[in-house]
């Protein structure tokens, strides 16, 4: 379910909350509610809107990732919005807990990627194949402590599972990230990898914003973002 407390900014024209870890964006087989219907019903019920709430997706986030999404509150909005997520106009910034440190303190990773629609995920391919997308990531290590490590992420492609992909690829797979060959979950299902920022003009005032939303409240996050702020 949303909170109203999830709202991290929100005018006439956009909304952008911290989504949490375990709600989906879009509808999908599960049939589990999604974020948007559940931002559409609270703005309904807020304004006391009588007819339809609309509100357009314009990036999704995993299932098992929490952090900064936005929505559109217009048809205006929408359009502009995605012609800037086409055009690369969003700058993310992503945190990533590991279990490993990476080879360097911080570095550019360019793979190509290659996805298996069947089993939901990416893996890196060579460069040659048909299907393979060029994947380019800025990271560097800003905390660590006795067992994990914080990176901080700059996407410059959005490909599927990107980060989880490529950090895997190094040897350093997202805390409780399964499927890319962390050991163990997380005990919510969850995996350590938080959408930290947005930045981006926005779509009707032309206005800069910067969006940040913290981390999930638990121990580990909050030592490592501790060292951050230090």
């Known amino acids: 379910m ?4 999830q709202i991290l900014y929100e005018d006439n024209h956009v909304i952008a909350v911290c989504k949490r870890p375990g709600q989906i964006v879009q509808g999908d087989k ?3 509610e999604p ?7 609270f703005i309904a019920q807020r304004d006391q809107k009588p007819g339809n709430v609309f509100l357009g997706v314009v990036h999704r986030l995993d299932r098992p990732v929490g952090g900064v999404i936005l929505f559109a509150k217009t048809s205006k909005a929408l359009s502009r919005l995605n012609r800037m997520v086409q055009e690369r106009a969003f700058q993310k910034t992503y945190w990533a807990i590991v279990g490993q440190k990476p080879p360097q303190i911080a570095g550019q990773l ?9 089993r939901n995920k990416s893996y890196v391919c060579p460069s040659t194949r048909k299907d393979a997308k060029e994947a380019r990531l800025d990271y560097r290590l800003i905390a660590s402590g006795e067992r994990y490590h914080l990176l901080e992420i700059q996407l410059h492609t959005g490909r599927h599972h990107q980060i989880r ?4 690829a190094i040897g350093c797979p997202i805390k409780g990230d399964l499927k890319y060959g962390f050991p163990r979950s997380n005990p919510d299902q ?3 990898l938080h959408a930290r920022s947005l930045s981006l003009v ?7 914003l910067l969006i940040t939303a913290e981390p999930p409240a638990d121990k580990l996050w909050q030592c490592l973002q501790a060292q951050v702020q230090a």
């Open 30 to 32: 599960t049939g589990d």
């Open 202 to 208: 926005h779509p009707v005032s032309q206005a800069p």
């Open 110 to 118: 360019t793979h190509y990627l290659c996805r298996d629609e069947a």
């Open 165 to 168: 992909t490529q950090l895997a």
């Open 2 to 5: 949303f909170s109203p407390d």
């Open 35 to 41: 974020l948007s219907e559940s931002i559409k019903a």
């Open 190 to 192: 969850s995996i350590s």
